[in-house]
């Protein structure tokens, strides 16, 4: 009787438990497949081949993917943040184990996924037991290596703030919770006023922060790479027009060092004209996972030719040819007119295009960067450095 009866998920309040739940369904999913595959040589592709093929396609195509994405953006890199010691080495080996063993079964589930739809809609009756056999074992390795490491590390080192970040992360994947579940439009201004998350991961003290600046950039950048954070070098860059207004846009520092922050562009587009015109401008990094924001302040100058044909060299034909056939920033009149574009310039440029002279690196010199990381109940913590005419750097602390 027990097994008519629904088998409920915990709540997200609980979310290593709720990963675990998971895990109990995508055994009954392997276990169907499993039956499917001895099922089929004797009844063919019939009602109940049919309805499991669905079942178990439905379940892998949906529902697995946000599993993995649940380790992936928030177990692992929130893992990442606060283990220490030993539990650092252990993450430091097993999660690249973890990450592949997502793109494994992902191929190996690919194999299957055409099999399991012809069975659903009735067109072939035929699995292949090696692939069927690979994708179980190899789930079944994998979630045991979970099991007994990534989830007791969990339960050891997460907090009640880090279980209800992690929960309502899991939730909004899923579409579900109170800042997701579709508000009617006049509710949505509510619903935005009431997004609150608390910050808690980690701390930044006057004793932990560096004497250098651009060291502890490197610091925190490192950090963010390592906890895969998304787009790590994106940034914005603010610049300000003749008129005394302000713009930004996302770019991507492509090279950092005690010269400052490199970042590649067309020299005239917006920010172009506006940097030449008032060389001075704001960078800003924001890295959500790990509950901290860099900004940077300072002037603008153009890298050497030189840097700037050495970057541009190394980057694949495709991009070089955009670069060379985007006039960007100014308008056009259709998507059809740009491609046709760069057609007309691939075909014309060879395997080896030189830099259009518009297009290049400016680099800023940075003489301010604020390191800011969040803190319970809105008490942040701001270190900032500033630079000094000998070219030494001041460091205090701002209220938050
Ligand atoms: C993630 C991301 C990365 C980008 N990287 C660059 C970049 O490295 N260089 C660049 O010129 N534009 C980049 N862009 C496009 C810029 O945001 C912007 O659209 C473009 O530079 C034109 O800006 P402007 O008209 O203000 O000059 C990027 C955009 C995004 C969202």
Known sequence: MTSLLPDPAPDFGQPIAVLKHCHGRIRKQLATLDKLLAHLPEFGADAQARQAAAAVLKYFEGAAHLHHEDEEQDLIPMLRALAQGEDAA????????????????????????????????????????????????????????????????ALRLFGPEQMAQMGAAMQRRRGIGATTTTVAAPAIGQAVADLRKDYGQASLNETDAMDDPMLQFTQWFEQALKAEVNEPNAMSVATVGANGRP??????????????????????????????????AALLFFWSELERQVRIEGRVER??????????????????????????????????????????????????????????????????????????????????????????????????
């Open 90 to 153: 252990t993450l430091q080996a097993l999660a690249p184990v973890i990450l592949q063993d997502h793109k494994d079964m992902d191929a190996l589930w690919q194999d299957l996924h055409e099999q399991l739809t012809a069975i659903a809609e009735g067109t072939a009756a035929t699995l292949s037991a090696s692939a069927v056999q690979r994708f179980i074992q190899r789930y079944a390795a994998h979630m045991e290596r979970e099991e007994s490491t990534l989830a007791p590390m």
């Open 247 to 280: 713009s930004s846009r996302i770019v991507l520092v492509k090279q950092f060092d005690e010269r400052g922050f490199t970042w590649y562009t067309n020299y005239d587009s917006r920010k172009g004209h506006e940097l030449d015109d008032r060389p001075y």
């Open 303 to 400: 890298t050497s030719s030189e840097e700037s044909d050495r970057y541009f060299r190394s980057r694949p034909l495709k991009s070089r040819l955009s670069a060379i056939a985007s006039q960007q920033s100014a308008p056009i009149g259709s998507r059809a007119e740009l491609e046709q574009h760069y057609e007309d310039v691939a075909r014309q440029a060879g395997e080896d295009p030189a830099r259009p002279g518009n297009w290049g690196g400016f680099r800023l010199v940075p003489d301010r960067l604020e390191f800011w990381q969040g803190r319970r109940s809105r008490f942040h913590d701001r270190i900032v450095y500033e630079r000094q005419e000998d070219g030494s750097w001041t460091r205090l602390r701002l209220q938050p």
